[in-house]
């Protein structure tokens, strides 16, 4: 357990944290290493609707409120168990590869890393170092963190970082998520009776006034942002008859449209116009929203991460983070080490030079803020 983001990254690849089941091993892991660096540590726990324990942690090094907070997540994405070995992690020809390397276990060992460098008492604003669950599935750990976290809370930071992969190229703005699912409901029977009554044929009628919406819905102006590359919003739909075999009438057909909000754009109104045409139908309908997430490329915390990076200049990024959750109460920038194009991949990586250099970073944002 020394001070080696390489090891300490590889030691949590090795741990399987799958956002299905619980995180509990990779968090008794955290754990540990943390209170061995002298870190005050808080657990904070959940059962998920699968009734699996979720945990996050927050760690405080020094006192005092008005630091740096730095947030991370333990789980991870499947494995893809079946094209490569995913938990075995190793290091080759500079990269560090297995789940997590780069989203997020590598970030977060640049995080503890940095916080555990430090001396304490030459700390006069608290340094937090937050390892959240579920980020994968919608950000509830983080959620959890920002309302109940009294280490947090207590020393709230000024400066917030999530440290999720983006060539350490501080990000100032991200896009949101909303799914409308929509399930029509018929009647099975073999199709040799002619009885039943289709799910499909039912919803049908739905779908097509849905695909003759998503042309235009790319270039309609309310529902794009040109600070974002691309500036729509990945308008989408994806459609679930359960497996029913054609000499059978379909018992139930679920749709799920999705699209990602940004900053200033019209989605809610949008959400409720599709859930409204599904509610036409009878059909049973829920809907689920995140906000994209944006704070000014002037506010200190997106300068700052600028400043230690070479002046590089601020941008916006297509995917969601857990921004959106801690930005509730502490202004934040997202910036991290790796590439998000290997996150989520067979072959996942972390360039083991841009994992190192966060550390440096990082400990050059706690000297600035803390000390």
């Not at 726990?45 to 699968?50: A, G, L, Q, R, V």
């Not at 739905?206 to 919406?213: H, K, R, Y």
């Amino acid at each position: 357990m020394g001070l080696d983001a390489v090891g300490l990254t590889r030691d949590m690849v090795d741990i399987k944290s799958v956002s299905r089941w619980n995180n509990v091993a990779i968090s008794e892991y955290v754990e540990s290493w943390m209170k061995a660096k002298g870190f005050d540590v808080e657990w904070l726990e959940y059962t998920d609707e699968n009734g699996e324990r979720k945990v996050s942690l927050v760690g405080k090094k020094g006192e005092g409120a008005g630091g740096v907070g730095f947030f991370s997540h333990t789980d991870t994405v499947p494995g893809q168990e079946e094209d490569w070995d995913p938990y075995r992690s190793e290091v080759k020809e500079g990269r560090l590869y297995g789940r997590g390397s780069c989203d997020m276990k590598g970030p977060l060992a640049a995080t503890m890393i940095a916080a555990a460098a430090v001396d304490a008492s030459r700390l006069k604003k608290a340094v937090i170092v937050a390892a959240t669950a579920d980020e994968e599935l919608g950000g509830a750990g983080a959620q959890q963190v920002t309302d109940e976290s009294r280490l947090m809370n207590e020393a709230l930071p000024a400066y917030g970082i999530v440290a999720e992969p983006t060539m350490l190229t501080p990000v100032y703005a991200h896009k949101g998520g909303a799914t409308i699912t929509v399930t029509a409901n018929g009647h099975a029977a073999h199709t040799s009776t002619d009885l039943g009554v289709s799910a499909n044929f039912l919803i049908a009628p739905f779908l097509a006034e849905i695909a003759a919406m998503a042309k235009p819905i790319k270039t309609d102006p309310r529902y794009m942002n040109h600070e974002f590359n691309p500036p729509s919003n990945g308008f989408n739909m994806v459609i679930n008859d359960y497996g029913t075999r054609s000499n059978v009438f379909a018992a139930r057909s679920t749709a799920i449209i999705g699209f990602r909000p940004m900053p200033g754009d019209h989605s809610e109104a949008l959400l409720e116009e599709i859930a409204q045409r599904a509610k036409n139908y009878g059909f049973d309908v829920k809907t689920h929203i995140n906000q994209g997430y944006r704070i000014t490329p002037d506010a200190p915390v997106i300068q700052l991460a600028s400043r230690l990076t070479g002046d590089r200049k601020p941008e916006t990024v297509p995917y969601g983070t857990d921004a959106l959750r801690f930005a509730q109460k502490i202004p934040c920038v997202v910036f991290g080490p790796g590439s998000i194009t290997q996150a989520h991949t067979v072959g996942e990586y972390i360039d083991v030079s841009q994992l190192q250099q966060a550390v440096d970073v990082y400990t050059r944002m706690i000297e600035t803020v803390c000390m």
